[in-house]
């Protein structure tokens, strides 16, 4: 039968795990790739002889390759895409893709990072820019920074709709209050927005805990097509749609700061789960900085443009709010080593299965939820990545 009339196999995440996450001291990214990566193939119940797939970025000259002999595997079928924090949506994307095709048949999505640690022991500065050639030659004299690139977005949306400082805090101020029951979140202890907002400034309107914190970690996500789910060891939790967007990569080729990518890889990945924003009992989404919880929102239809700054007021994106956002406290909370898009893929399965002990997400029924979308984003609202996942 030709390939184009055969049914494409389902993809399902099986295998899951973080790495040691926070302050970690010792080990190298390699070993938190290789942690993760056990961990998650004993998560699964599954040899590590079944992966024919690797996907990873941000390490090595030549990643995934690197990664791949270091976890003493031979794939054949590799992604190395890197558009920054929205890179692991993307590669499931493509992962579910070339398993409903056959072009693989299990993929291990692998990342680790040791971006607190370096900074500590003098390896590495914090990154004033992302270089200066290219498009961004342009750009870089001016001293704009990544962080200056995503106030001066966050300042249009309060210009434009009349979003507050306090809304923002608000982000903040909720994420940690979901972090507070996460044992394996970096901040736990409770804030207030005067907490947000009387801190340090940043970048304007950004205070320090406007923006997410700096650790250790790493984590991996096993796919696999759907005849391994049999011989799993944890009940499969489906890949129902996905979609991605690259919007732009110097400010002045944004067409509106007040639109991110994720409006085009949400609307994607929706019309291809075959499901709406209003099914939706969880969202994991890139936080960076606050800024970025609120415009994803909005793009990705939880509420009208423009609307975000009071839909997450009132608790609305707590545990037990209307829509719990960043259950595990995220970025601004938990942890953030780096491209982080791959543990909002973590966190949502763990809901969908119902193991986030301390932080569990909980419907009106008391049963656990059935449908999450994590979207991820990338540089400075450049790329989106967006995948819907079902039990």
């Not at 927005?193 to 991996?220: E, K, Q």
């Not at 909980?362 to 999450?372: K, N």
Request: charged residues 20%.
């Amino acid at each position: 039968m030709p390939r184009s009339q055969r049914h494409p196999r389902k993809a399902a995440v099986v295998g899951i795990s973080l790495s040691d996450c926070g302050r970690v001291d010792g080990p190298t990214p390699y070993a938190l790739h290789a942690q993760a990566a056990r961990r998650a193939l004993a998560d699964s119940g599954l040899g590590r002889d079944v992966v024919d797939g690797v996907a990873s970025a941000g390490l090595g000259t030549l990643a995934p390759a690197e990664v791949a002999e270091y976890l003493g595997l031979r794939p054949r079928w590799a992604d190395s895409t890197a558009v920054g924090g929205a890179t692991w949506e993307v590669m499931a994307g493509h992962a579910a893709d070339a398993i409903a095709a056959g072009h693989a048949n299990a993929v291990l999505l692998v990342y680790g990072s040791t971006a607190r640690a370096d900074i500590r022991a003098g390896r590495r500065t914090s990154d004033l820019s992302f270089g200066a050639r290219g498009p961004l030659q342009f750009e870089v004299p001016y001293g704009h920074t990544l962080i200056a690139k995503y106030a001066m977005a966050a300042r249009r949306h309060m210009h434009e709709y009349g979003t507050t400082a306090e809304q923002l805090a608000e982000v903040a101020v909720q994420a940690r209050a979901n972090a507070s029951g996460n044992p394996d979140a970096m901040f736990r202890d409770p804030i207030t927005v005067d907490d947000v907002l009387s801190g340090p400034v940043i970048a304007d309107p950004f205070t320090r805990l406007h923006c997410c914190v700096r650790s250790d970690g790493g984590c991996a996500v096993l796919l696999v097509a759907e005849e391994y789910v049999p011989d799993t060891a944890k009940a499969p939790v489906w890949v129902l749609g996905t979609g991605e967007h690259v919007s732009h990569t110097t400010m002045s080729e944004w067409d509106d700061f007040t639109v991110s990518p994720a409006s085009v890889s949400g609307r994607l990945a929706f019309e291809r789960a075959g499901v709406g924003p209003e099914d939706v009992d969880i969202a994991e989404v890139y936080d960076a900085f606050t800024y970025m919880t609120l415009v994803t929102l909005e793009d990705l239809g939880f509420c009208a443009k423009g609307e975000g700054g009071a839909f997450v007021e009132k608790g609305r994106l707590r545990l037990d709010g209307a829509l719990p956002v960043n259950t595990d406290g995220g970025g601004l909370s938990a942890c953030h080593p780096g491209m982080r898009g791959l543990f909002l893929l973590v966190e949502a399965v763990r809901q969908l299965r119902g193991e986030a002990a301390g932080h569990q997400v909980r419907r009106s029924d008391g049963s656990v939820p059935e449908l999450a979308v994590a979207s991820g984003t990338g540089g400075w609202f450049c790329s989106s990545g967006t995948v819907v996942l079902g039990r």
